[in-house]
T-cell receptor, first 112, second 113 residues
Framework: GENVGLHLPTLSVQEGDNSIINCAYS??????FIWYKQESGKGPQFIID?????DKRQGQRVTVLLNKTVKHLSLQIAATQPGDSAVYFC???????????FGTGTRLQVTL | DADVTQTPRNRITKTGKRIMLECSQT?????MYWYRQDPGLGLRLIYY???????NKGEISDGYSVSRQAQAKFSLSLESAIPNQTALYFC????????????FGPGTRLTVL
């Protein structure tokens, strides 16, 4: 199986609960942020994005919050399901268009 | 039906061998990227190409080279593989412009013995 995420921080949540995954980004000049989900054996999959002129954006069951003052990004997943179990990465655009810098990731484990 | 495909999916090779990883896309995107993923380090950019005539080094280009054969094809080469290049390699594509998500392929697991 995959060895991705061998040393990742892990968040365990019970099915049906809400999950909050946090990310501290590095560059105050970053103006675009993306959350990706990576399941075992697959490439990262886009979840939601946000531009720096916003502080909140909602999708289906997911919300991204951006706090530029403290350079913090969070992903909230409502009513977490077993299919949400994966590694989640935040990524920031550090100025050069489309050139993303990725965080190290958080593993989400959903317990029944 | 995958929009971004990578070949091979798994490869085991020996130190000193030349290896080529290939990426093809049917999304019609101009921009293509190669990343490397190691445990605990996230994804790191190796090379990127904004169009067929544009190739740029990323964060960790040493020991790698790329070729953009066509809009749809972007290959990554390891001229002389070494064990610390053992990793997962991902290709990605995006539309032109600064606020576009990147679409990833399924990855290639490379092991260098």
């Amino acid at each position: 199986g995959e060895n991705v995420g061998l040393h990742l921080p892990t968040l365990s949540v019970q099915e049906g609960d809400n999950s909050i995954i946090n990310c501290a980004y590095s560059n105050s000049a970053s103006d675009y942020f993306i959350w990706y989900k990576q399941e075992s054996g697959k490439g990262p999959q886009f979840i939601i994005d946000i531009r720096s002129n916003m502080d909140k954006r909602q999708g289906q069951r997911v919300t991204v919050l951006l706090n530029k003052t403290v350079k913090h990004l969070s992903l909230q997943i409502a009513a977490t399901q077993p299919g949400d179990s994966a590694v989640y990465f935040c990524a920031e655009n550090t100025g050069t268009a489309s050139k993303l810098t990725f965080g190290t990731g958080t593993r989400l484990q959903v317990t029944l | 039906d995958a929009d971004v495909t990578q070949t091979p999916r798994n490869r085991i090779t020996k130190t000193g061998k030349r290896i080529m990883l290939e990426c093809s896309q049917t999304k019609g995107h101009d921009r293509m990227y190669w990343y490397r993923q190691d445990p605990g380090l996230g994804l790191r950019l190796i090379y990127y190409s904004f169009d067929v005539k544009d190739i740029n080094k990323g964060e960790i280009s040493d020991g790698y080279s790329v070729s953009r054969q066509a809009q749809a094809k972007f290959s990554l080469s390891l001229e002389s593989a070494i064990p610390n290049q053992t990793a997962l390699y991902f290709c990605a594509t995006s539309e032109a412009g600064g606020y576009n998500e990147q679409f990833f392929g399924p990855g290639t697991r490379l092991t260098v013995l």
